[in-house]
């Protein structure tokens, strides 16, 4: 019997705490009044919808008197719950919006006041365009293996509140920026198109802009360059395609990096001798006296010159019948290919082994 009553005991415990806990989450919360939006700054001759809600505990309650006014904190203004209204449209002003509410607990009939009655402030903030244009640059700057993939280049500037001038300028090779150029001025929006020159290994782009107000956005910019390695294994591409149309197909050429580079290294010097780029074979010495096979080991090698893509350079060695049947070698033992060239005459060397 005792231990029956102890359980009961216990159980009520329980209980009690339970229900006291319940009635502590339940609790309502601070009345608080919501602004929205909650002021800020805004455009001359713009107008703004605001919605101003009563809430406790973050949920929409009733019964809530809101007191509110518009420059005015003693307008006498009432709604209940919520209410929706149109500030402006104003220039070159502060509207300020305040607001409070108070709310009565059906159960006990006591009212609760926000903040004690004193009211909160939401000020609007109407001036002139502050706000820059924006410029963009496409595609983004960065490697690539022809210029095909870029262009044309789109240079563009746009500005939400009035028109809008774009200015821009261009530099090929390092060799000195333009002179800015300008498009534009009579309407939002503001674009040109640019051409990255066949001739050119590295093209840059700088451009900003600014509105009729005389807001000026920062300066954008883009970088495109020519990826080298891109560029020379495009030339093993094309050999392979032809290699694959023979009868029987040949085994198709994989890239060794090793060959490469030393083809490479041997146009740069070529190019580095003092006869300004007269020669371009393999079997020629560079400036440093080596010749490709002092360089790297390999079963057959070419060279070319004045070609600035790969398709040009291709089709330079194919239409060479000597060049063609060494690209076309069938030795089976032969499998790696290698291509470098220099960008100042243009002097082009590959080889195979």
Known sequence: MRIFLWILLVVGIVLVVGCSTKKKDDKPGPLTTKCV???????????????????????????????????????????????????GPASDKTITVYYWSEWTDPNTGVTEKENGGVP????????????????????SGGKYEKRSDVNPITVSAQDGHSNVTLYYRTQSDGGGWSSWQSVGGSAKT???????????????????????????????????????????KKVMELINEKRAQQNPPLQALSWDN??????????????????????????????????????????????????????????????????????????????????????????WIAAQR
């Open 258 to 347: 090793d060959l490469a580079n030393a083809c490479k290294t041997h146009a740069e010097q070529l190019a580095a001798d003092p006869i300004n780029g007269s020669k371009y074979s393999p079997g020629d010495a560079g400036a440093d006296g080596k010749k490709l096979s002092d360089r790297t080991g390999y079963s057959v090698a070419y060279g070319g010159k004045g070609s600035k893509t790969a398709e040009d350079i291709f089709n330079l060695w194919w239409n060479n019948a000597g060049i063609r049947d060494m690209m076309l070698d069938k030795n089976s033992a032969t499998t790696k290919f290698g291509c470098g060239f220099e960008t100042k005459y243009w002097i």
């Open 37 to 87: 939006p909650p002021g800020g700054d805004y455009m001359n001759g713009s107008s703004v919808n605001v919605t101003l809600t009563a809430f406790k505990k973050n949920m929409v309650i009733s019964g809530a008197t809101i007191h509110y006014g518009i420059d005015n904190p003693a307008a006498g203004l009432t709604a209940i719950d919520t209410v929706s209204f149109t500030i």
């Open 190 to 232: 503001a674009s040109t198109q640019l051409t990255w020159q066949d001739s050119v290994m590295v093209f840059e782009v700088e451009a900003y802009a600014q509105d009729a107000i005389g807001n000026k956005s920062g300066t954008a910019s883009a970088k495109y360059e020519i990826d080298l390695t891109l560029m020379a």
């Open 120 to 139: 909160k402030e939401a000020k609007f903030v109407f001036k002139p365009d502050w706000l820059a244009p924006t410029v963009s640059i496409s595609p």
